[in-house]
């Protein structure tokens, strides 16, 4: 038995993790280690290849079905949605959605329609849905702590980790939006046709887990 997976990892902070985890498991992942400018690596003692892409393309290659599995921020699954199966809260890259705000100010005060900057609109919006209140949302590419310091927001929904990016620019976490760690997701076919092998893996993958502190 030696059908080969394929497994998208999200590039950045989530792949030296993942690679620590499956490193954890037995598998080699020396090509992983040292990628240079390759994208996609075969692990010499598992029959599995190691796609490394931008957090939204594992998603659409796992659904797509061109990786079997994929690692991948729920942060990411709730932005962006889609139709796959996800298998196990890996633990690592723990962090939270948090809805922020200038130091001082007082949010719920006005009735007056707020405006936040996100890079996430969809999540922002759901939430101020559930909570049957109107909001304009702006979508920000990066570093969304300078929209409301330029005045363009009165608050932001972002990432939330260890809490410096918003001390340093004066606003200040008032709510919880959902808590986020990465996410072991797999096609809904190849769930099926690989059933042994990803079964193995996801194993493995849990006995890591147990033995790791990642
Ligand atoms: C994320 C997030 C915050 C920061 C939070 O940004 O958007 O800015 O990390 O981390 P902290 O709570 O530990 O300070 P990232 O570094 O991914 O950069 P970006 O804003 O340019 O996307």
Redesign the pocket.
Known sequence: MSERLRIALTKG?LQDKSVALFEQAGLDCTPVRDPGRRLIHALPNYPLDCVLAKAPDVITYVEHGVCDLGIVGKDTILEKGGSFYEVLDLGFGA?RFALAVPEGTDFYASYKARTIAS?YPNVTRAFFQSKGMNVDIIKI?????LAPILGLADGIV???????????NGLVPIETVAQVSARLIVNTASIKLHKNAIEDFIRRCEQAMGKETL
């Open positions: 902070r962090c890079k590419e990066g570093s969304v702590e972002d990432i939330v980790e260890t809490g410096a990016t918003l001390r340093a």
